[in-house]
């Protein structure tokens, strides 16, 4: 099966910087374990914090403009027009743009490691997890063989 997921833009972020869990799970829904939904208001934000003074020493060393690092993402997802959600959905109003997108989108998961999101659990049937949760679910453990053989 196939999920449907909204990365918030600190997994981007992570992703783009740092090897680790965000990277290992964006390599796996870029190279099509899930589909990635995503908007222009989530681009937006995520090339927005690209180019953060506390990231431009991080940036420099990629030496490609923001605009391209977006347009990576942009490129791979499907790109949402987003309805909208109660303010009060959320306790930090910048987090409904994610909701929004999920929720328009239909999307499985929301993958975030804000805990705004992540305290919500569920946001109407979509599922909010953190990076490695979401890696656990597209990777699962090998099953262990089964001892069938019955002494006699």
């Not at 965000?22 to 208001?41: F, H, Q």
Request: proline residues 7%; aromatic residues 6%; charged residues 25%.
């Amino acid at each position: 099966m196939t999920y449907a997921v909204v990365l918030d833009t600190n997994v981007y972020i992570s992703a783009t910087f740092w090897d680790g869990t965000s990277r290992k799970l964006v390599n796996l829904i870029l190279d099509g374990e899930a589909e990635l939904l995503t908007s222009e208001a989530i681009l937006g934000e995520f090339e927005e914090k690209l180019q953060a003074k506390k990231l431009a020493r991080y940036l420099a060393r990629l030496d490609r403009p923001p605009g391209d690092i977006v347009n990576d993402f942009r490129e791979s997802a499907q790109i949402i027009v987003p309805v909208d959600v109660p303010e009060d959905a959320v306790a930090d109003p910048k987090d409904l743009i994610i909701l929004a997108c999920a929720v328009s989108g239909k999307a499985d998961y929301i993958v975030s490691g804000d805990h705004h999101l992540l305290d919500l659990k569920t946001y109407q049937k979509i599922v909010i997890v953190t990076p490695a949760e979401f890696l656990a679910i597209l990777t699962p453990p090998p099953e262990a063989p089964s001892d069938d053989t019955q002494s006699e």
